[in-house]
């Protein structure tokens, strides 16, 4: 009793404390908080712009972002963007890409397109991705981290005692499955990226948006399916019976999932030749036989499984979802307006 008397003596000395009353406009105004930060970043110098001030850097600078927006993407040899830049996205001086210059009045006509760092004292001329392994960043084959290297190209490194580092150069492979050295850093307009044939996303009026056109991009390249990634799978690919060597959860569904196509189909079934029949020796294994124990049947699926795995082999068929296939997306332009660039014209 004593011990409940207690707490209870501690609970209302603690509601005394922290007792906080939220207005009925709370949840908006942190809204509105977190859109001024999208907006303005660091433009304010840390003061928040008065809503005179913020009206006026609306109008000046959002129609000038929209019109002349940069898209910034780390990408391999092949085209497809391993990495779509945003705001928050380290640079190889350690600064975001929001700390470096993306709007422009006018575009620049030179290329490469420099982004240099806005931080005082960093010597940071443009914007450069650089991978990490984990929580650190990579490293370079002078064998220390990328955030030891300088700022400045071809970025050498700092560490007392490495005097054979001429430029910062990795082994690390990126999950595409090419090397760190095999990429370059692109910023590009909204006609040199439809040249390309990838997608522009919608306008927006924050600031550094950079490569991020849609919440795919938050994902690797070779994940997304997408135009800027590894491209949506051939038709081919995705016509395939089910069979043991798919995804156990598709496996599982392959009866619920064919009569479903019975039923679109209705009475145009032509006979066993039908395409919604292709796997039929699935749906049949995937049940067990009269009698058959668990560990029979495990047993059975899995030397099923085996004996696909060898003829697959064979196939020319390969999976687009996996990293070593070279069977890909076709790639289509997203406007008819794209022009066409010279090979590497912004490439940094």
Known sequence: MR?????????????????????????????????????????DGGILFTQDEYEAYKKKVIPQRIKNRLYTCFSNQSGMDCKLVG???????????????????ELPKERPILLPCRVATCPCISYHFVPSNGSQPIRCTCKHLADEHSPKRPYVCKKGGCTKCTGFKSSFTCACGSNYN??????????????????????????AMGGITGFSSLAEGYLRLDPSGRG????????????????????????????????????????????????????????KKPGESDMDFFERRYQERRKLEELAKKKNLSNPYKI???????????????????PGTSKQ
């Open 3 to 43: 011990q409940a008397i207690k707490f209870k003596l501690i609970f209302e000395i603690m509601e005394k404390q922290y007792n906080l009353t939220l207005g009925a406009n709370a949840a908006q105004s942190v809204d509105d908080y977190l859109e001024y930060r999208r907006i303005v970043g660091d433009d």
């Open 182 to 207: 095999e990429h370059n850093m692109i910023i590009e307009t909204a006609e040199e990226r439809m040249a390309r044939g990838h997608p522009l996303g919608d306008a927006v009026p924050f600031q």
């Open 232 to 287: 949506a799978p051939s038709e081919e690919y995705l016509s395939q019976p089910i069979t043991a060597l798919d995804n156990p959860f598709l496996r599982s569904n392959v009866n619920s999932i064919k009569a479903h196509h019975l039923a679109r189909k209705g009475t145009n079934v032509t006979g066993p030749e039908d395409p919604v029949f292709d796997d039929i020796e699935e749906r049949i294994s995937a049940v």
């Open 324 to 342: 070593e296939s070279s069977k890909v997306g076709v790639r289509k332009a997203v406007g008819s307006s794209a022009t066409k660039l010279q």
């Open 87 to 105: 705001p928050e996205t380290p640079c190889f001086c350690t600064h975001r890409y929001k700390q470096h210059k993306t709007d422009f009045e």
